[in-house]
Each structure stands twice: as structure tokens, then as C-alpha cells.
């Protein structure tokens, strides 16, 4: 099996848990705060990494508090760091309501950087396929990032533009759109990058720009794989939602990792559901190795 690329931040998650997002100027108290590695590229590259998938985390790790803890961290995981830096490491404050919704204050620092550079010796006829998410494009290494992908047009293309794709320059989106990537987000996402409100025809729009498959994810019903003039679709598994944190990037980590493993494009979408169910039945953004304990049967 050859390696998947993941091009992007691991930085660190404070998850705040509180009963409602505070006005402005209002003091609220918090049930817990918790630290854990997090980072759309390293949620999905953990994903990966459960699932014994040969991949590569292309990621900066800086310095200062944020950046000692994440070396810690991945120690304790066995990960050896890509690349290291002495500029300030970042962090992002995830505010998580009692009903599982969450906000985001996030500080970007070397870790969301890029550089073509950055894969100077790396054998990248290793790899097959790379993972790129919206932030990261987003970012002032955006535009090394796209050129690097048309210069690798080899490898298959995952994209998850996220929920600050209003933020990312519509040239940008335009190029990687010309590179056919399998495209991976939301039901409210789809909406907004099509600017339509009708499902069926917001698909066909998408399409239309990508000619590639299209992962939409529907929250408690389900997911769907759009292949052209077909539409699968897998319901959602029950959940007891505590944290929703993640929830998208462990989905197509799952779905990126069943395709490598063989499986048919339904039972890795039914297989991507079922451990997103996992993910949000716990706090924290990541996939862990307790989430992997049953296996997905209905």
C-alpha cells in the first residue's frame, strides 16, 4: 500500500466545556478545560494512524508552551516530528456546548506554515494520494500548497474546505477545483460554496467544477457519496453527543483509510459514520484507540 500525504497543522486543542456560549461582556464558568492534540491534518493523520494506513503528516512544530506539549504528545505516541522551528507554536480555544456544538478562538502559528521546500527529499513516488484541508489554504502557505498539488497532479487529491471556506480566496478555490479533488464537507458547506439551497441541484453544481466524488455529511441522518449521476447514501449511527469536535475529520480520515484497505466507496462511507459516531461520544477531536473496540455491523 503506498502512503497518503497529509499536508497540514498538529496544533493544540483546549476544549472548554460550557452550558451556552457567554454575551459579550458576561462571565461564565466552565465545567472542564482539556488539552489534546488536535488540528483538522493531525485528526485525519490519527485516523490514519489507527488504522495501520502508511501515511505521512507534513506539519511544523514551533516553539514555546504549545509547541513542548505537541512534542510531548506525539512522543507518547511514537510519532517523530516532520520538521522543527523556532517561531511560536499555536493553539485553538474550542468553546463546546452542552449540547455538543462548538466554537472556535484560534491562534495560527508556525504550525499552519508551508513551504514546497518542506518536501525536499521526500520519495513522493511513494505516495499515492494526499489530504489537504481548507485552513490551510486559507493561509498565507495557500498558494505553495496549490502549487505543489499541480505539480503532483499523480497524486489523488482529498480536499475538506471546512467552515471558513468564505475566507478562502475564490482564485484558490478555482485552481484546486481544476485538479479534480475528491471533495469532502458539509451539508451548510455545499450550500455555501454552490451559493444554492437546493440539495439535489447543489450537488450537480459542485460536480459540474470538479468531476470527481463528493462526500457530504448530514449530521444525525447520515452521509452520502456523490459519484456523478449516482447518490449513496448510509444513515448515521446512534450517539450519545458530548463533543462534535473532529467529527468531520475523523470522517474522511475513516473514508480515505477503508478505500486504501479495498473497501467499496458504501461500506467506508457506512465505516466513516460509524466511527464519526464514536468520535462525538467523547470529548476531545480525535479518533482514539478505545473508539476502535467494536466493530461496525448494521
Same mark, same amino acid.
Given at each position: 500500500m503506498k502512503k497518503t500525504l497529509i499536508i497540514? /497543522?498538529?496544533?493544540?486543542?483546549?476544549t472548554v466545556s460550557i452550558s451556552s456560549l457567554p454575551n459579550s461582556a458576561e462571565s461564565v464558568k466552565s465545567n472542564s478545560h482539556i488539552y489534546n492534540l488536535g488540528?483538522?491534518?493531525?485528526n485525519v493523520a490519527r485516523v490514519l494512524n489507527l488504522l495501520d494506513v502508511p501515511h505521512l503528516?507534513?506539519?511544523t512544530i514551533g516553539s514555546g508552551i504549545y509547541g513542548e506539549f505537541v512534542l510531548k504528545e506525539l512522543e507518547k505516541e511514537g510519532i517523530k516530528p516532520f520538521r522543527l522551528s523556532n517561531e511560536p507554536h499555536g493553539a485553538c480555544i474550542c468553546l463546546v456546548e452542552n449540547n455538543g456544538e462548538r466554537s472556535f478562538i484560534a491562534y495560527h502559528g508556525i504550525e499552519y506554515s508551508f513551504d514546497k521546500s518542506y518536501l525536499d527529499g521526500v520519495c513522493l513516488s511513494d505516495f499515492d494520494s494526499v489530504y489537504v484541508c481548507g485552513l490551510e489554504i486559507e493561509d498565507e502557505g495557500g498558494d505553495q500548497?496549490? /502549487?505543489?498539488?499541480?505539480?503532483n497532479r499523480s497524486l489523488k487529491l482529498y480536499f475538506s474546505p471546512g467552515p471558513r471556506?468564505?475566507?478562502i480566496?475564490?482564485?484558490?478555490?478555482?485552481?484546486?477545483?481544476a485538479l479534480n479533488p475528491i471533495i469532502h464537507l458539509s451539508q451548510s458547506e455545499l450550500f455555501e460554496i454552490t451559493k444554492l439551497d437546493n440539495f439535489d441541484l447543489a450537488l450537480k453544481r459542485l460536480y459540474e467544477r470538479t468531476q470527481n466524488d463528493i462526500i457530504i455529511t448530514l449530521g444525525s441522518k447520515?452521509?452520502?457519496v456523490y459519484i456523478g449521476k449516482e447518490i449513496i447514501f448510509k444513515e448515521a449511527f446512534i450517539s450519545n453527543v458530548v463533543d462534535t469536535t473532529g467529527a468531520g475529520d475523523c470522517h474522511i480520515g475513516s473514508y480515505i483509510s477503508y478505500i486504501k484497505k479495498g473497501f467499496t466507496k458504501a461500506d467506508a462511507l457506512q465505516r466513516a459514520n460509524?466511527?464519526?459516531s464514536k468520535v462525538v461520544s467523547h470529548e476531545g477531536p480525535a479518533l482514539v484507540k478505545t473508539d476502535l473496540s467494536e466493530e461496525c455491523d448494521n
Open positions: 497540514g /497543522s498538529c496544533t493544540v486543542d483546549i488540528g483538522c491534518a493531525y503528516q507534513c506539519t500548497i496549490i /502549487s505543489f498539488l499541480e505539480e471556506l468564505r475566507f480566496d475564490s482564485n484558490k478555490l478555482d485552481r484546486i477545483f447520515g452521509a452520502v460509524y466511527l464519526a
